[in-house]
């Protein structure tokens, strides 16, 4: 599991099946009933993802991912559990804190909802491809250069990184100082940063020239013969008009009755 | 159909009214959803420089990200990539660039990264790409200290200082109108007012501005003034910050004042009172003390070029504090207001303050962003001076945004 295949698990589950674009949906679905409904529906929702990864056969997996979050979720209901404005309940005192009931309830909600909607996406990720979702999103319209510029994106984090370290190791052979002080750890920020920046910057000119020496980007642009003048106060107006139609139909919707 | 709901709430009420935090999630919404829009549109412009640029920068997010984390430094620079693209490429790049990298943060099993749930963070990444093209195309990035655009740059900061100074003087003589009283009538009557006092406020900075970029700020290049001008701007500016930071602290009726000791669970009920140092002792007092770091900061200004890391920093504040005040909201709405990492001890600490949910994320946000975007500013600066001309000729923006 590399960093160009996310979190992807090959597998041959009901999930692994579906297509892409379907799990996107479910997902907007899941989150948006995750935050916006009260917060009774959260069992609902925890069962039955947990139902569909266990008929996957993901449960191990998703279990495993839970270490991701779990510094978060802690620190949610520590910092709400503790120090929540307002609250009055006192459930168990420490000295000069307390642990408050409104505190821990807001905080217990709260980290519910991210821990399902973590859930929810790790089964979603573990279950698609990078590749396979953006040729969805591709074929149904979204723009072909985001999706190169995402998977060339994250085929380039690890390159970068490996990249890094190697100016790192090469600044420190030459009696770069990297411990220490606040201030020797600042100052070497410009010659490990500086390097790698420059050096991306040749890189990207170098994969620009090649790119478009393959025709990347020759679309069957037109060259109109009429050229129709858009003098810049047009724009103005069009955005005034917008906002008139909307003035109007608020308007009317208020007076109307 | 009523419509009288369609009002903000004043504190203590919350039937048959927005409460202003409900209000501020949908102007956030509403806002990411028209920026997703116009960049969705604008991106079938790009070339393909951009895009590959876009895509190398995003991975030098993560790279340097990690470099940052091995230093140990508190800081993140996690969006220096997305800095480098919006003065690069433009604004529309830059916040394109910022939305993706957060996804690809989100979809990728980065050590150090916060997993899926970062996604909701995009619209931020988004808006700092966005101000960084913004500022680019200002000319923070190229100014020289005898640059005749640095005139455009004070005119900007001059109509930001009137503004501020309006409204003080609004504060002391006629006094801000209430927007929160009960009375019905009084309450449209205030908040008529207020709105009225607030245009007005905005005008005199537009006036100001205008006026100060078409005389005294009018430069020819490489005028001597220039420099002299923006090392002033270095100083009074230092001055002002540490002047007001002060006041509101130790002042008669500053932040002081009101730890009496009346709350035990503040430092175990201490009484602080004696530091809110009564006028004119304590007005003098903070008065010098800005006067003395005014000073040193015209010095360090005046010295060779220093004075071009003024504008630089500008940006960088300005970047961070737009940035802390769209994550707050996001930080409180889903993340129950901490943010899983070393600030949450901040998150807490203000909280013990006092201060909501909803303030203390914007203030853990104030704390760490401004340093942090910057920081990221003025390294993108630096090393893009220093960038070959072949690679400058590339973007459509190098040569207007970057120093000649």
């Given at each position: 599991?590399?960093?160009?295949?996310?979190?992807?698990?090959?597998?041959?589950?009901?999930?692994?099946?579906?297509?892409?674009?379907?799990?996107?949906?479910?997902?907007?679905?899941?989150?948006?009933?995750?935050?916006?409904?009260?917060?009774?529906?959260?069992?609902?929702?925890?069962?039955?993802?947990?139902?569909?990864?266990?008929?996957?056969?993901?449960?191990?997996?998703?279990?495993?991912?839970?270490?991701?979050?779990?510094?978060?979720?802690?620190?949610?209901?520590?910092?709400?559990?503790?120090?929540?404005?307002?609250?009055?309940?006192?459930?168990?005192?420490?000295?000069?804190?307390?642990?408050?009931?409104?505190?821990?309830?807001?905080?217990?909600?709260?980290?519910?909802?991210?821990?399902?909607?973590?859930?929810?996406?790790?089964?979603?990720?573990?279950?698609?491809?990078?590749?396979?979702?953006?040729?969805?999103?591709?074929?149904?319209?979204?723009?072909?250069?985001?999706?190169?510029?995402?998977?060339?994106?994250?085929?380039?984090?690890?390159?970068?990184?490996?990249?890094?370290?190697?100016?790192?190791?090469?600044?420190?052979?030459?009696?770069?100082?990297?411990?220490?002080?606040?201030?020797?750890?600042?100052?070497?920020?410009?010659?490990?940063?500086?390097?790698?920046?420059?050096?991306?910057?040749?890189?990207?000119?170098?994969?620009?020239?090649?790119?478009?020496?393959?025709?990347?980007?020759?679309?069957?642009?037109?060259?109109?013969?009429?050229?129709?003048?858009?003098?810049?106060?047009?724009?103005?107006?069009?955005?005034?008009?917008?906002?008139?139609?909307?003035?109007?139909?608020?308007?009317?919707?208020?007076?109307?009755? | 159909?009523?419509?009288?709901?369609?009002?903000?709430?004043?504190?203590?009420?919350?039937?048959?009214?927005?409460?202003?935090?409900?209000?501020?999630?949908?102007?956030?919404?509403?806002?990411?959803?028209?920026?997703?829009?116009?960049?969705?549109?604008?991106?079938?412009?790009?070339?393909?420089?951009?895009?590959?640029?876009?895509?190398?920068?995003?991975?030098?997010?993560?790279?340097?990200?990690?470099?940052?984390?091995?230093?140990?430094?508190?800081?993140?620079?996690?969006?220096?990539?997305?800095?480098?693209?919006?003065?690069?490429?433009?604004?529309?790049?830059?916040?394109?660039?910022?939305?993706?990298?957060?996804?690809?943060?989100?979809?990728?099993?980065?050590?150090?990264?916060?997993?899926?749930?970062?996604?909701?963070?995009?619209?931020?990444?988004?808006?700092?790409?966005?101000?960084?093209?913004?500022?680019?195309?200002?000319?923070?990035?190229?100014?020289?200290?005898?640059?005749?655009?640095?005139?455009?740059?004070?005119?900007?900061?001059?109509?930001?200082?009137?503004?501020?100074?309006?409204?003080?003087?609004?504060q002391q003589?006629?006094?801000?109108?209430?927007?929160?009283?009960?009375?019905?009538?009084?309450?449209?009557?205030?908040?008529?007012?207020?709105?009225?006092?607030?245009?007005?406020?905005?005008?005199?900075?537009?006036?100001?501005?205008?006026?100060?970029?078409?005389?005294?700020?009018?430069?020819?290049?490489?005028?001597?003034?220039?420099?002299?001008?923006?090392?002033?701007?270095?100083?009074?500016?230092?001055?002002?910050?540490v002047f007001a930071i002060l006041r509101l602290l130790f002042a008669p009726d500053g932040y002081f004042s009101t730890v009496d000791g009346s709350d035990?669970?503040f430092l175990g009920g201490a009484d602080l009172t004696g530091l809110a140092f009564a006028d004119p002792l304590g007005l003098v007092g903070a008065l010098a003390i800005a006067?003395?770091?005014?000073?040193?900061?015209?010095?360090?200004?005046?010295?060779?070029?220093?004075?071009?890391?003024?504008?630089?920093?500008?940006?960088?504040?300005?970047?961070?504090?737009?940035?802390?005040?769209?994550?707050?909201?996001?930080?409180?709405?889903?993340?129950?207001?901490?943010?899983?990492?070393?600030?949450?001890?901040?998150?807490?600490?203000?909280?013990?303050l006092g201060?909501?949910?909803?303030?203390?994320?914007?203030?853990?946000?104030?704390?760490?962003?401004?340093?942090?975007?910057?920081?990221?500013?003025?390294?993108?600066?630096?090393?893009?001076?220093?960038?070959?001309?072949?690679?400058?000729?590339?973007?459509?923006?190098?040569?207007?945004?970057?120093?000649?």
């Amino acid at each position: 599991m590399g960093s160009t295949t996310g979190y992807f698990r090959p597998g041959d589950s009901w999930l692994h099946r579906r297509h892409p674009v379907t799990k996107l949906l479910g997902l907007a679905w899941i989150l948006t009933a995750t935050f916006l409904l009260p917060p009774g529906v959260l069992p609902l929702i925890t069962v039955g993802l947990i139902l569909l990864a266990l008929r996957c056969r993901l449960g191990r997996a998703v279990g495993a991912s839970l270490r991701i979050p779990a510094v978060l979720v802690a620190s949610i209901l520590v910092v709400n559990g503790l120090v929540f404005p307002g609250a009055t309940t006192v459930l168990i005192g420490l000295g000069p804190l307390a642990v408050t009931r409104e505190g821990l309830e807001f905080g217990i909600v709260s980290a519910s909802r991210i821990l399902v909607a973590f859930t929810a996406s790790i089964l979603f990720l573990l279950t698609t491809l990078p590749d396979d979702l953006l040729e969805a999103l591709v074929s149904r319209g979204v723009s072909h250069r985001v999706a190169f510029v995402v998977l060339s994106a994250a085929q380039m984090v690890p390159r970068l990184q490996t990249r890094a370290s190697t100016i790192l190791e090469a600044q420190q052979s030459r009696g770069l100082v990297t411990t220490g002080s606040a201030g020797q750890r600042a100052r070497a920020l410009v010659p490990l940063v500086g390097p790698l920046l420059l050096g991306s910057l040749i890189d990207v000119r170098e994969r620009t020239l090649a790119l478009e020496a393959r025709g990347f980007g020759a679309l069957p642009r037109r060259t109109a013969y009429r050229l129709v003048a858009d003098p810049p106060a047009d724009r103005w107006l069009r955005i005034a008009f917008l906002f008139g139609i909307v003035g109007v139909l608020v308007a009317a919707v208020g007076v109307g009755r | 159909m009523d419509l009288s709901w369609l009002q903000t709430c004043p504190a203590g009420q919350t039937e048959g009214c927005i409460p202003a935090e409900q209000l501020l999630y949908l102007f956030v919404v509403v806002g990411i959803a028209v920026l997703v829009g116009v960049v969705a549109i604008r991106s079938r412009e790009f070339s393909t420089a951009t895009l590959v640029l876009m895509s190398v920068a995003i991975a030098l997010n993560v790279a340097v990200g990690s470099l940052v984390v091995f230093l140990r430094l508190p800081i993140y620079l996690d969006s220096i990539g997305t800095v480098l693209v919006g003065v690069l490429a433009g604004p529309w790049a830059g916040a394109l660039t910022g939305l993706l990298a957060n996804l690809i943060w989100s979809i990728l099993p980065i050590p150090g990264g916060g997993g899926p749930t970062i996604a909701f963070f995009a619209p931020v990444a988004g808006v700092i790409g966005l101000m960084a093209g913004f500022w680019a195309s200002r000319g923070v990035f190229r100014l020289r200290a005898d640059d005749e655009r640095v005139g455009g740059f004070l005119a900007l900061a001059a109509a930001v200082g009137a503004a501020l100074v309006a409204l003080l003087v609004v504060q002391q003589t006629i006094g801000l109108p209430d927007i929160g009283v009960e009375d019905e009538q009084q309450r449209l009557a205030n908040q008529t007012q207020f709105v009225t006092i607030a245009i007005v406020i905005v005008l005199i900075g537009a006036v100001v501005g205008w006026l100060s970029g078409r005389t005294i700020f009018r430069f020819r290049p490489g005028e001597p003034r220039i420099a002299t001008y923006l090392a002033a701007a270095t100083a009074l500016s230092a001055f002002a910050l540490v002047f007001a930071i002060l006041r509101l602290l130790f002042a008669p009726d500053g932040y002081f004042s009101t730890v009496d000791g009346s709350d035990p669970g503040f430092l175990g009920g201490a009484d602080l009172t004696g530091l809110a140092f009564a006028d004119p002792l304590g007005l003098v007092g903070a008065l010098a003390i800005a006067a003395v770091v005014g000073y040193v900061a015209w010095v360090w200004a005046s010295r060779g070029e220093n004075a071009r890391l003024f504008p630089v920093w500008v940006g960088g504040l300005t970047t961070g504090l737009v940035a802390a005040a769209i994550s707050a909201p996001i930080s409180a709405g889903v993340f129950g207001g901490v943010t899983g990492s070393g600030v949450d001890a901040l998150v807490a600490l203000y909280r013990t303050l006092g201060l909501s949910v909803f303030q203390s994320a914007f203030a853990q946000g104030l704390t760490s962003d401004p340093l942090d975007k910057t920081i990221s500013y003025t390294l993108v600066y630096l090393i893009l001076a220093a960038m070959p001309v072949t690679v400058r000729t590339m973007f459509g923006r190098g040569q207007t945004t970057l120093e000649a």
